[in-house]
């Protein structure tokens, strides 16, 4: 990408200028998530090797918890707005979601938003045209393209901004990153069973990891690997691996095709934790106005792509 500088004028006459001159890399998040990885995969050592398994347990249910703070929060309720829930929920899963730590409710929906209206393109912030490894991490580490920032602008977020939940999110991202991604999962085991701070720290930064790449894995591996059932046009995949991962975000194809339906699958609680999740939050009346495609409509679209395929 060449050097240049870019200006925008929004409606509102705000002027955004940003100069892309220089390195694209951003060697601070390089050298981050570099240390993280490394110091991950030491934390699997010590998993496997030492006998701290309340340590390890307590990681794996923090993890779970973090994990549906992205897919069944940011994901499937504030960017797609898929189902509906009530505050008690929305506050629930933007905790969940700050246990994750992949950035704050309102930049989050906005780069999924980005992606699902501009796939494969420059506009697109992890274009899987680039390859593999920029769709999976690579874009954390680089610049934005030009085109994701302009196209960004353009879209339609008010309704998170509304959200007083999000609004709060974003304000004291910080806080919420720091408490619930590092210091209480850190506290936790020191203080309920005495573990150790050398094992706790390494149990939090293993499940912080694991997280990033379960998620990061649906933007690489379910753009790239994978059938194309529901529309062979586009490059997003069924992977059964990555909807086990990403408790059930890896029926791409799927999803990509049919955006509003909150199960994200036609398959219902099959390698699909959230919507599991979800239906338990329906029942005890946390969650509601799910949005499903109708069985008639799923086989007539995949009769469809099965037939202009012959
Ligand atoms: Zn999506
Ligand atoms: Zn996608």
Known sequence: MGSYIIRIIDKSNVRY???????????TNVFIFLILNVLS???????????????????????LAGGLGVTAGAHRLWSHRSYKARLPLRIVLMLFHSIAGQNDLYEWCRDHRVHHKYSETDADPHNSKRGFFFAHVGWLLTRKHPDVIIKGKQIDLSDLINDPVVYYHKKYYIVFYLIFCFILPIIIPLYVWSETVFYSVFG???????????TWFVNSAAHMFGDKPYNPNIEPRENLLVSYGAFGEGFHN??????FDYSTSEMGWRLNFTTFFIDFMALIGQAYDMKRLSKDMVCQRKLKVWSNSY
């Open 254 to 259: 799927y999803h990509h095709s049919f955006p």
């Open 204 to 214: 939090t930064v293993l499940r912080y990891v694991t997280s990033l790449h379960c």
């Open 17 to 27: 200028i940003y100069n892309t001159s220089g390195s694209t890399i951003v060697w």
């Open 41 to 63: 995969l030491y934390g699997i050592y010590v998993c496997i090797a030492n006998k701290c398994w309340m340590t390890w347990c307590f990681a794996f249910w923090y993890g």
